[in-house]
């Protein structure tokens, strides 16, 4: 969505050093993630689809920041480290020596909703004005909010930051976003001028638009919707601010064919692809790196993080799966979990209270109840019966189970791992399946039943004997005693 | 909620035959559901209540349109096929043979919160005004709004098409509906002097407002509120009217005596019912076919669909129940799932991670943890252990498992149907049950306990140096080697 | 948040008793919950912080607002019993006797959302202008809404009632909050000089205003905003309010570090703390009684009521904590459900289809998988395999489990209480252990397993064979035929 032009003549600077304080989380709020991508990534990539290189002006918690930067394989920014927090002329400032290009950009890391195009107007007015200094605008009406208020004469212009403002800050709606656009050779000259507020003793980088109006170096301005330029200060502004984003997000996508249930109840990062056909539920939380295909049925309560899913799938509701691969015409949950890098591949069925983990199971294959695989290989059109179970774990390591075709495991099977149960084969219900079960062969581990006639009515009677004769005393973690006759001993 | 006053002079065309192209799935928009409720129907179901014949136009779909109106018992509509898409005037044109009324209703087929005083407040000005044409119209201000834009003069009303406006469509905000009223003779006469338009090569049935205004033959207007009539040419659109038609169920409903937990989370159809004194739980889905009756209680992340659930009921948070009949004062979850026609019976208790699919459950039994019952009858005052599978899938066929009155099945039993547990009767924890169990008997299927003394440390000694052996080498699927002294060869 | 300046001069009438006919319950609005509290104790403990006694109002359902009172430790209030519903002027006149105070404030039970400086503002107002009479107005433009019209000519004043008005009352948008201060002395002389309205038989406390208006004896007004007063007369207006309140808790947690994911999905009671840094993912439901310490991640779908959880703990997607004491940096869920008292301390970790009832879970002791633990007691570093049960019930009693430090239990076990693993001891996957295990031994108790070579495709033949002689049969419930090689005879 980011525009394409590249702006090769400017250099921008992006503020990034402030502390963050009304976050309270002792991080920087530029690490926070606005759906599912870290805020400070937003103007960078802007920058960096305009191949404008960047100065980032960095201090307080400076090693996430960067951090971030590099993990994201973004190049061609310079860290400059401001040591203290003296204000954005002083911020400014540090980076002096970096400058090369003939304009530098100047804005601030926490503008997540920012476009391109701003960045596109805000140049060609600037340079078709021939300013010295040009800055974004925007209509805000809010005296809480922390933004320099614009005042503009007959042929003057100033920013008041607002915490200098001695007016009243409801009556002016003319806000400061934060974007200048600045001449070097204007930079050069004024910003040495800039004199420390009596108040706050900071710098302020919008004293310099006061300077060019005064000395009729030209000052042009760009006014732009506020909530393409809204900052981030507290959890409340980053709420608003990604509310915003992933409803662009959300529009974008019903636009392509998707059908949202409740759609202000989803949860959709940024880099998330979907199929035309596909339907979102309720609450599903569709996180990055998740590609969902088209004719797809991704129910209520669903939760996808970083996996595939291929073509007329069906989550159920209340399924979780993250980063695995599921095939297509495949069947999840409901109340399933498929993690762990696992495989789900075409036409499979994992079903009610299973969980998959470092598996793969088979074209066809079906695991439907009560079933934990682990580290389980499983081949094609092979049927998992109803509480079974991959031992995977000895106290000390992690063993493979391995299933072949048209396996047919019983019901409430204990699978202790490393085992093979090769093609064809069969396990009895309620068996413990500690060796390899050849191909076309039945597994049998179990018990023979036998019944004790009248034992239940007397056990029956002898516990209920026992709990009377316990009445009145605390049973909560307490109760030890057990009837004469026990099963046990049987 | 429709009114019930019989408009018998008319006849209606509905259009339905569109591409639904900006929906971007290959189906038409009109099957797709408001509510629970294909978006045709809304429509469909006012006109029959107002006994207005219908003439439906179908094109794109034609089949699963048909299918939708048949399936829902609709009668007297007659289906006509527009082979070609060549606009409004044209769908009409194909109706012509097939008019017998003095008076053409006229009205799109995605109209979902259309309601029945719109059609007799139009019929009452129509005819009051003996107008040849009547139509309704709406004040929404939105350039991007497809809608056509009437332009009324001091004697004079058109109507332009927004494809073929050429002014400032956000300043032209009273819009065409879509629904007209038509007399036959006048339609008769004038439809055939429609042009087609040299932009779309469409025939418009609003050219016929300019004729009729033009040669004084009596134009009528009904401004009704936009959402009344807003029209669904997009999943953004439909999401919208589907928030629409969702807030008048819920207020309804609250207005019954019903509390919405977080009512905006909330997914409600249609034809849902729910008794006074009953609690909806934040984001439940409360889908087609279900019926919740008095002082129940419906937890958070509940899904219900097709199902019928008596008074006093308590649904934990996270159960799924599908097509299925819970009786009065009975418990279920949290996370259960309970479907495929099962009933559980007054005074029920299923409990965390139970599946109950095809199956009943008597009054006052209980299935309290991990269990799955399929094909299983449970009669009265049973208790199903924690654990607990039926295997009613032999491969091939399902079995049924038979359990009566005042049993207690033991933790982590397997069940392998068809088997049958007789009143009274008792099984053993961890038995694999085959045969039937009679009356007062104890069924017992397992191993007597051994304790070998050392041997915990002495293996946990030998897996760990198996595990060191191994270290520095992908355990992923690769791990085979076991410690020496299995417990598979005690 | 409320204020605590003491108000000792005054007495305050709360009016409690009326009938609350549009909520349907059959129940007293008054006790319906607003984030986890009766709607009733909002406005009892704005009185109890400004120390002002209170004579509250009773009558419809007296029983259970008298209780929750009570259950709540409020003191300084005295019910006073009014038979009939006769209109607020009656309600007053029953409270007669109790008169102490110089001056008496009245107010509605109903008012959820009322703060301290409200009541404060008022009476300085009352105090300063010597007024007969004082009342608080709000702006609300809704002609139905059922407020007072408050019509203020230039040296006159009058309230009337909404069932009252002849007028459109879309155009009386100053409305009556049912706030009043009046000095004892002209309620004694006026009260008995109201008049029963014609219309309902009502006697109105708000023809008190005209009174004092035309005798010229003072009133005063203060305006408020609505929000501020607004009633709650049915489940709409309990919602509204609700959502408010919401909004403000949610707000002021904001501004204390805690990011929330989709903030309008997630419910949250009055009295819940969470520290800073610590995530609330979407929907999550915080409901009375929760505690959340700094840093945890509370993930999509979550539930907590009653519990206490300390720092850096993770909860995660679909997981139900309810009543019990979670430690830090542990991990619990997806589908987990943790109840009745347990406590699961630091470094734990609860895993999927897990539940945890009456039981403590000792430090970095593991239950991953499937696993139900019932009044099970275990130390620290202990593992518990997946689809183990703790059967705690006999059909009589619970009784307990106890597992010491580094026990290893294996899979699918079956744990029949009262039962003791020792340190350092294990048990074999698939085991039904009875007996105490004693310290580093292994209990076993499972069958040898038995390989029958070509078993598996004899009997798949049979069952397919079996199947296919039933077909066209219904085998809903009704299947009950086998194949002849029962594996159950083997």
């Not at 800055?135 to 008041?160: E, L």
């Not at 001695?166 to 050069?188: H, P, R």
């Not at 092979?382 to 019983?410: L, M, P, R």
Request: hydrophobic share 35%; proline share 2%; charged share 20%.
């Amino acid at each position: 969505m980011a525009g394409n032009k590249k702006i090769s003549s400017l250099q921008a600077i992006v503020l990034a050093a402030g502390t963050s304080s009304r976050f309270k989380t002792g991080r920087s709020k530029l690490v926070e993630k606005i759906c599912g991508r870290e805020m400070i990534l937003y103007p960078t990539e802007i920058l960096r689809n305009l191949d404008i290189p960047v100065l980032m002006v960095v201090g307080f918690q400076r090693d996430s920041i960067e951090e971030t930067i590099r993990n994201n394989f973004y190049e061609g920014i310079t860290f400059i480290h401001q040591e203290e927090q003296k204000g954005t002329g002083h911020a400014i400032q540090c980076t002096k020596d970096a400058w090369i290009a003939d304009n530098i950009l100047v804005m601030n890391g926490d503008m997540p909703l920012i476009t391109a195009d701003i960045i596109e107007k805000l140049e060609k007015k600037h340079s078709s004005t021939n300013a010295a200094i040009s800055f974004v605008t925007a209509h805000h009406c809010d005296p809480n909010a922390m933004y320099g208020r614009v005042i503009q004469g007959n042929d003057n212009v100033q920013i008041i930051e607002a915490k200098e403002f001695d007016g009243d800050l409801s009556e002016q709606c003319c806000v400061n976003a934060g974007i200048y656009l600045i001449k070097k050779e204007f930079l050069t000259t004024y910003l040495s001028k800039l004199e420390q507020s009596s108040k706050t003793n900071e710098w302020y980088i919008t004293d310099l638009i006061k300077m060019a109006s005064d000395h009729k170096l030209g000052v042009s301005t760009l006014a732009v919707p506020f909530d393409k330029i809204r900052g981030v200060n507290d959890f409340k502004e980053l709420w608003a601010a990604e509310q915003i984003k992933k409803s662009e997000i959300i529009q974008y996508w019903m636009s392509q064919g998707v059908r949202f249930s409740i759609a202000h109840n989803v949860q959709i990062d940024w880099d998330v692809t979907i199929g035309a056909g596909t339907f979102i539920g309720s609450g599903a939380q569709l996180l990055r790196g998740t590609h969902i295909g088209k004719d797809c049925y991704i129910d209520a309560f669903t939760l996808i993080r970083k996996t595939t899913i291929a073509d007329r799938t069906t989550l159920h509701p209340h399924t979780i799966i993250d980063d695995s691969i599921i095939g297509s015409d495949v069947f999840v949950g409901p109340f399933a979990s498929v993690h762990g890098h696992s495989q789900i591949k075409n036409g499979a069925v994992i079903g009610s209270f299973v969980e998959v983990n470092r598996s793969i199971v088979g074209v066809g294959s079906k695991a439907k109840h009560l079933t934990y695989l682990g580290d389980t290989i499983i081949g094609n059109s092979s049927n998992i019966g109803a509480g079974t179970i991959a031992c995977n774990y000895d106290g000390a390591q992690k063993h493979t189970t391995t299933i072949h075709d048209n396996v047919f495991v019983g019901a409430n099977n204990t699978l202790v791992a490393p085992v093979t149960l090769h093609n064809q084969s069969m396990t009895a219900a309620g068996s413990t399946i500690t060796q390899d079960v050849p191909s076309e062969a039945l597994g049998i581990a179990r018990e023979r039943q036998v019944n004790k006639e009248g034992y239940a009515t007397k056990i029956k009677k002898e516990k209920q004997d026992a709990a009377t004769q316990e009445e009145g005393s605390t049973r909560f973690f307490g109760a030890t005693t057990t009837s004469k006759t026990s099963i046990n001993e049987l």
